[in-house]
């Protein structure tokens, strides 16, 4: 059973307000995505880019990443942590909260053979809760490693990991306990390797 790795919102220009808060938690949690995507990488595993089109609807995924490099907003610094490969990486562009809203998101999924997601980025109460929910939806298995999401408060990020832990089944250890290998089922619980 294939995986794959989704970065949410992690080109993000961060220029609303509680930007600057979410900034504070994402950093950190884009550096653990970095080191997660290298593994990922050199395991095979495709890197799925799930990105809000922030209202610029006539823009590709490249010229959204070259306008938050450009840009003043706060969210330009993330891109030093985590940098798409356009050459390697996949990109999907999302109108709202869920990477699976209105995107062809599953239809790529389907395409790999993915049944497994590790879902990654910003903010985990919203876009990654609302993705992680679409996915249970759709019978994917979730991992979603608690060292890399963020969102504005880390209450609220502690509470979506919670309810993604007990509502979807989600993994959500830390990145470094997970591995790309998949360990035999224990009951009916899913553990990842």
């Not at 699976?100 to 239809?107: A, G, K, R």
């Not at 993915?114 to 109460?125: E, H, K, Y």
Request: with cysteine; hydrophobic share 40%.
């Amino acid at each position: 059973m294939a995986t794959a790795l989704i970065l949410i919102d992690v080109v993000n220009p961060l220029d609303f307000e509680g930007g600057d808060d979410l900034l504070r938690h994402a950093r950190p949690a884009a550096r653990k995505i970095r080191s997660l995507q290298e593994r990922a990488h050199s395991s095979g595993v495709p890197s799925i880019y799930v990105n809000d089109n922030f209202d610029c609807w006539h823009l590709g995924f490249r010229e959204i990443v070259e306008r938050v490099r450009e840009g003043d907003g706060p969210g330009r610094a993330l891109l030093d942590d985590v940098t798409p490969d356009v050459d390697r990486d996949y990109f999907i562009l999302k109108p709202m909260h869920s990477g699976f809203f209105h995107t062809s998101l599953e239809v790529l999924l389907r395409r790999l053979e993915v049944r497994r997601l590790v879902l990654t980025g910003f903010a985990g109460d919203i876009c990654v809760l609302f993705t992680a929910a679409d996915a249970h939806m759709r019978g994917f298995e979730l991992a979603v490693p608690s060292d890399c999401t963020a969102s504005m408060r880390a209450a609220d990020n502690e509470h979506a990991l919670e309810q993604m832990r007990r509502m979807m089944d989600a993994d959500t250890r830390p990145s470094s306990e997970l591995s790309f290998a998949r360990e035999s089922p224990t009951g009916s619980k899913k553990k990842w390797a």
